[in-house]
């Protein structure tokens, strides 16, 4: 019973590892803090 | 004497190329061909006098000016090729890559043919590249382009979609290309509202295949999609659900960094449109320009470079397609 449990323990971090990693890798860029989106001048 | 312009494909987005023909150029004269001839009746009915159905025969045996090849992926190298060797210019919709580099390798015909023709002619490539071309007017040196799509238009490009991301990318860096895993890389990237915050990754898209030779000493040029996590995860099976026939609003960004005297400068211009109509405004303005002998010596390109993009992003605007800037500090 005592190994089941450690098992499963192991197994619910592993997820839970590998799920952190997923979620933090590639998280590139940040919303934009100030300024947005007008119309292009195109007159510039 | 007003053009008479070939449009292949009467989906989602050949029946906005027709539609976009008729309203950029009133008088001008649409031939439409397709696989579907009820759909092609149904659309040649609903355009009015100024379209016809195509005859027996190819397209381009048709007597049109300018043929806008709009049928699904896969499907633009033979009509392109034959219209090259008929001698008539050819507009291209495709955002494939492997039809990118067939129908830039049919550059020698073209020269020999002396016929200009224009690929990537839709919302991305297409838009993306006026847009890359218009926000690096200004630049001294140009030393990245970054360009990011959202959205699919019908049921062919959400099938395109689907292929990208599974597909190989191809990012240009310091002067070589180099392959990344389709569905890598994700970024953040921030489009004009309604579209907003969607993360995006790469994919098999063409856009800096196109764009290199317009900004051949810039060291990055990278292009991403955007897509859901489930996109992603299910980019290796089958699509598991047939497509909508029209996806909704999309958008389209670019980011251009470099240098204008001794300044850094970062451009970052986008759009907002339905892709389908965006394509279709895009490949019937390149159809025009080639129309107006306004698309620059013969050879197959992409529209960066070739056509006037400040001149063609004006007149969008007058029609209703409006490019966006955005107005302050880029994220790093």
Known sequence: ??????????????????????????????????GGWRELEIDD | MPPRIGVLGAGAVGSRVARWLLELEPGAQVVLGGSDPERVAELVQALGSAAAAAGNGHLHDQGIDVLVIAAPCGRHVGPARRAIRAGVPMVSTSDRVEDIHSLRALTPRAENAAVTSLVGAGFAPGLSCLLAAQGSSGFDVVDEVHVAKAGTGGPACARQHHRALKGSARDWRDGAWIRRPGGSGRELVWFPEPVSGADCYRGALPDALLLQPFVPDAARIT??????????????????????????????????????????????????????????????????ALWEGAAGPPGVRGLAGSVDARAALERLARHGLRAQEFDGIAPV
Not at chain 1, 2 to 29: C, D, E, K
Not at chain 2, 233 to 241: D, H, I
Not at chain 2, 253 to 273: K, P, Q
């Open chain 2, 223 to 288: 292009s991403r999609m955007a897509a859901t996590r489930q996109d992603r995860f299910t980019s290796w099976l089958p699509m598991l659900s047939p497509p909508h026939p029209e996806g909704g609003v999309g958008a389209v960004r670019v980011e251009i960094r470099g240098r204008a005297g001794a300044s850094s400068v970062v451009r970052i211009l986008g759009a907002v449109e339905r892709p389908a109509v965006g394509a279709g405004a895009v490949a019937a303005l390149a159809a025009l």
């Open chain 1, 1 to 34: 019973m005592v190994r089941l449990l450690r098992r499963v323990l192991l197994a619910m971090s592993t997820a839970a590892a590998i799920a952190a990693v997923l979620r933090i890798r590639g998280a590139g860029g940040v919303p934009p803090q100030t």
